[in-house]
C-alpha cells in the first residue's frame, strides 16, 4: 500500500463514520457529542497500540514495496523484449543489466502497465468506499478493519504471485489486484476507520496530538523506508518485496487483536448487543452513568426513514405495496442530496477550491513517476531514484512541522491578520511553490536542477491541508463534513484520471523524445499554473461573500485531520 492515508470519504473530526455523505443531520446531533472518551486509559493505551502499530506496519510495507516492484516489473518486460529481439542480453542469470533495460520501447510499457495498474486498484474504493462506511457504523469497526487490511495483504500476494511466476500469468494480470479491494473497499476504507477508532477511544482535547503521532509515524515511514528498500534492492529486488509481503500477512494477525470501539448506545448497552463480537478476554470499559452523555448517531432524514422496509416487512411486499413509483423516488433522492449540498452553488468560491484540490491531486500523481523519469533521463538506478523519496519526506515534515507554522505565528503575531486571511496568503505561496517545482521538474537538464525542482514543490507540501482549512472557514459547521466528502470523491476521480493520463503522456514524451520526456511534468505543472493564477485573482476574503463558517477556521484538531488525510 503506497500510503495508508489516501482520499478518504465520510471523515469528519468526531465519529466520522456516522456522517452520511450529501445527508445534513440534525445541529443538534453534532453539538450533543461527548467531549471525553467513555473508554479506560488502559482500553485506550490498548487500542491505540494496535492502530498505531498497523498503521506503521501498513506505511513499512509501502514503503520498502514501491521501488522494487517497478524494478522487477521492467526486468521482465526487458527480459521479455530482449528475448525476442537480442537473447545476447541476457546474462547467465536469466536477467537483463538494468541499464539495457532504460529504452523507450521497455518504458513506455512499464508506464502503460502501471498507470492502469493505479486506476483499477483505486476504482472499487470509489464505489465502496461510502457502503463500507456506513456498514461500520451499523455493524462494528472491527469487522470492516479485517476486511480491508486483509484485502490489502491480498492485492500484494496477488503483485508478489503474478511477478513470481511471468511465465505462467500474463504480466497485465497484476490490473486483478484492485479485485480483491472489494472485499474491504481498499485503503479509503482502511484510512477512515484508523481515524474512526482513533476518535473512538479518545477525548477531543487528545485527539489532534493523536492525529500527530499518526502523521509522524508516516513521515518516518517514508524517511527510512526508501533507503532501507534501497540498500536491500543493490542486492536483490526481492529481497523488500518479501519484507512487504511479510509485514502485510503481520498486520492481518495484529488486526484480529484490535477491539472494538463502537460507543455504546444510548439505552447504555455494549455494541457487542447490537451484533458486534468484543474478544472474550476484553473489559468493555463504557461509563457507568447513564447515557445521557453520550449522543445518539445522526439521524437519517425523513425520506430514507419512508422508503426503508424495517425488519418485519416483506421487501417484495414493500415495492409492491407502496403507492410512489421508482421515477419519483428517484427524483425526491436527488432533491434531497442536491438541497443538502446547496452550499456547492451558493458560494462560487467553495466548488472552485474542490476543483482546485482535484487539480492538486492530478499533478501530485505525476511524482509518481519518478521511478522511471529519473532512471530514463539522468541515468540513475532505480534504486538510487528511491533516495529522493526520503528526501522530500524530510522536506515534507519540515515544512509542516517548522516553516508552516512559524510562518502562521509571524502573520497572526507580526501582521495582525485573521487565522482565516493567514491561511489565504499560505494557500497561494504554496500554490505557487508546487507550481514552481512541478515545472523545474519537467525542464531540468540535470539532476541537481531537478533535484532543486523536487525541494521547491516539496516546501508546498501544506497546499492540500491549507485548502482544507480554506473550504471550512467558507461554509457552516454543519456543511463541513459534507464538503469533506465531495473533496475527497473529487480527489479518487481525480486519481482514477490521473493514473492512465500520466502514464500516457510519459509515453506520449518518450515518443516525441528529448526534453519532453518531462511531458507529464510540464503539463501538470500548467495544469496547475491555471489553477495558481485563479486563486491568487480570486477574492477569498471572506467577509464579501455571506457564509456561516466561523471567524478562526480551522482548529488545531482540524489542522491535523486535514494533514493526516492527505497523504
Known sequence: MAAVVEATPYLDDEDVSDQLPFLNPPESAYNAQPSRSSYSRGFQLYTLTIILSLIFLLEV????NAAPAIRILESILCHDYY???DPSRIGNNGAVEEKYC???QVQELVAYLNGWDGFFAHLPGLFLAIPYGMAADKYGRKRFMVLGITSLFFRVSWTYT???????FPIRMM???GVFTILGGGVPVVTALFLVVMSDVTTDAERATLFFYAQSIIYATFLLGPPVSSLLMDRNPWLPMNISLGVSALSVFIVLALPETMRVSKSGQPASEDGIDLPSNTEIPYADSPSSEYSPRPQIPTFCKSKTPNSSTNFS?????????LISRTTSLLSSILGASHFLYQDCRVPFLVIAAGVHTITETSAGILLQYVPKRYG???SQTNYLFSVRAAVSIVALLVLLPNASKWLMKRKKQTSFSKDVLLCRVSFALVTAGVLIDGLAPVISILMLGLFVHTLGSGTAALVRSLMAGLVKPTEVARLFTVMSMVQ???ILVASPLVATLYQAGLKIGGNWVGLPFLAGGTLFAVATAAIWVLSLDRGEVKSGGVEEGSTEEDTALMSLTDE
Do not use: C
Request: aromatic residues 14%.
Open 102 to 104: 532504460k529504452i523507450d
Open 492 to 494: 479518487t476521480v481525480s
Open 61 to 64: 510495507a509501502g514503503a520498502v
Open 83 to 85: 528475448k525476442r529481439t
Open 162 to 168: 503474478v511477478f513470481s511466476f511471468p511465465q505462467i
Open 317 to 325: 411486499s414493500w415495492l409492491s405495496g407502496t403507492t410512489t413509483t
Open 175 to 177: 490490473w486483478l489486484q
Open 380 to 382: 540513475w538506478t532505480i
